[in-house]
């Protein structure tokens, strides 16, 4: 195998390695995506009442307290009180 050669042989390679990254990347951030979309979807139904839990329970109260914290600097930035 000739010096071009193998240089074609390598460049391949890594383009074979990149794509497989990439999709591994990409495949990630799916995963990250729907966990997000589940615990969305787990929060409101912990709100509604329609489900319950210990576990889910305490994390949808420190996403609520993390909403009104927003929420309270929000109308402290625009002066207004909510």
Same mark, same amino acid.
């Given at each position: 195998m000739g010096f071009v050669d193998k240089l074609k042989a390598g460049a391949e390679q890594a383009g074979n390695k990149a794509r497989e990254t990439?999709? *591994?990347?990409?495949?990630?951030? *799916?995963? &990250?995506q729907a966990y997000t979309d589940l615990g969305k979807t787990a929060s409101g139904l912990v709100d509604r009442g329609e489900i319950s839990h210990g576990e889910l329970t305490a994390g949808v109260d420190h996403i609520k307290e993390l909403q009104a914290r927003?929420? &309270? *600097?929000?109308a402290s930035e625009t002066g207004t009180d909510e």
């Open positions: 990439a999709q *591994e990347v990409q495949t990630k951030r *799916e995963l &990250g927003l929420s &309270g *600097e929000a």
